[in-house]
C-alpha cells in the first residue's frame, strides 16, 4: 500500500542535489520519472512504479523547449502545475523537480547530444531535431538527480530505445525500466496531448489503437509476414480518413528496421495527425511458441 505524502517542490538544481544526498544518506534508492507535466494516469503508473520499489521517488517536471520543432506546440503545451503535484501526492513521489527552463539551459549552454542510428527513422524523420532535445534534457536530468534507475513509458516506443542507447554510450550507472502503456477504456493511449481533441477528432483517434489491436490478433494468431500485419495496419487507418498517418509500420523492436518474417520481438509503430493533434502509439509483439 502506497502511503500519501505531500512532496517537496525544488525549482533549483542545488536544492534537488542535497535531497537526493539525503535520502541516500538514509540508504534509500532513487527512482526518477521524468515527465513533461500535464500528468494523467499513464504518468501515475510510472510514479507508482518508482515508489513500490524504490526509496525515494523524484519526479521531474519540465517542458522541455529543445525537444518541440519550430512549428510544434511548445508554447501551447498544457502547463498545470498545481494539479499535477495534487496527483503525485497521492501516489507516493517524494519530491518534485519543476525547474524554470533558464535553470535547465542558462544563458550559455552550448551542449547537446548527437545521436545517430536508432534516432534517424520514424520520430527522427518527422520531427528533425526531437531526440536530440530528448537525449539532452534527459542526460541533464540523469546529471541532476543522479538516479539508481528512471522509468519511461512504453507508449514512446523509440524514446525508450534513444534511452536505453543514451545509457549505454555514456556508461551511465542507471537502470532503465519500461512500463506499460495505459489507455483509457476504450483503447485510446493516455497522453497529455488528448486534450487538444474535439469530440469528433476523439472518436477518429480510436483508429490508431483498432488498428493495432486487429495486427496484434492476427499476429498472435500465428500470421507471420510483416507485410501482411502492415497491411491490416494501414487498411484499419485508411477507413478513417480524416485523419493524417504519417507512419503505420512493423519494426524489429530492438534496431527499429524493418524485418520480413515475424521471427524476433517487433513493434507495430503508428503516428498520426488527428486534427492538429499529432498522436502516437504503438504494440509490440512476441513471436509466440
Ligand atoms: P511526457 O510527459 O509525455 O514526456 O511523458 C513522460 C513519461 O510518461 C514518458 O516516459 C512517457 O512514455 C510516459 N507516458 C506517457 N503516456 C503514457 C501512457 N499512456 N502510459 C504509460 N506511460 C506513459
Given at each position: 500500500?502506497?502511503?500519501?505524502k505531500?512532496?517537496?517542490i525544488?525549482?533549483d538544481?542545488a ?15 532513487i ?11 499513464g ?14 521517488t ?46 535547465v ?24 531535431g ?6 539532452t ?12 534507475v ?28 519500461v ?7 476504450d483503447?485510446?493511449a ?16 480510436l ?13 498472435k494468431?500465428?500470421?507471420r ?30 534496431t ?19 486534427g492538429?493533434?499529432r ?7 512476441e513471436?509466440?511458441a
Amino acid at each position: 500500500m502506497i502511503e500519501t505524502k505531500q512532496p517537496r517542490i525544488v525549482h533549483d538544481v542545488a536544492d534537488l542535489r542535497r535531497a537526493v544526498q539525503e535520502a541516500r544518506a538514509a540508504g534509500r534508492s532513487i527512482g526518477l520519472v521524468p515527465t513533461m507535466g500535464a500528468l494523467h494516469p499513464g504518468h501515475v503508473s510510472l510514479v507508482d512504479e518508482s515508489a513500490r520499489t524504490c526509496g525515494f521517488t523524484i519526479v521531474t517536471i519540465f517542458v522541455n523547449p529543445t525537444q518541440f520543432g519550430p512549428k510544434e506546440d511548445f508554447s501551447k503545451y498544457p502547463r498545470t502545475l498545481e494539479a499535477d503535484v495534487a496527483l503525485v501526492s497521492a501516489h507516493g513521489a517524494d519530491l518534485i523537480f519543476a525547474p524554470a527552463t533558464e535553470v535547465v539551459y542558462p544563458p550559455g549552454h552550448a551542449t547537446f547530444v548527437e545521436m545517430h542510428g536508432i534516432t534517424e527513422p520514424l520520430e527522427g524523420e518527422c520531427r528533425p531535431g526531437h531526440f536530440r532535445g530528448v537525449a539532452t534534457v534527459v542526460l541533464k536530468l540523469f546529471n541532476m538527480a543522479a538516479p539508481d534507475v528512471a522509468f519511461f513509458g512504453r507508449k514512446d516506443f523509440q524514446q525508450t530505445l534513444v534511452i536505453k542507447q543514451l545509457v549505454r554510450d555514456f556508461d551511465l550507472p542507471i537502470e532503465i525500466r519500461v512500463c506499460p502503456t495505459l489507455r483509457e477504456a476504450d483503447g485510446l493511449a493516455m497522453s497529455s496531448r488528448n486534450i487538444y481533441l474535439s469530440n469528433e477528432e476523439r472518436q477518429q483517434a480510436l483508429s490508431l489503437s483498432r488498428a493495432l489491436r486487429k495486427a496484434e490478433q492476427i499476429a498472435k494468431a500465428g500470421e507471420r509476414d510483416v507485410w501482411k500485419i502492415r497491411d491490416v495496419l494501414q487498411t484499419e487507418l485508411a477507413a478513417t480518413p480524416a485523419i493524417r498517418v504519417q507512419y503505420a509500420v512493423v519494426a524489429d523492436a530492438e534496431t527499429l528496421r524493418e524485418p520480413a518474417t515475424l521471427d524476433r520481438p517487433c513493434v507495430a509503430l503508428i503516428a498520426a495527425f488527428v486534427g492538429k493533434t499529432r498522436l502516437i502509439d504503438n504494440c509490440l509483439f512476441e513471436p509466440s511458441a
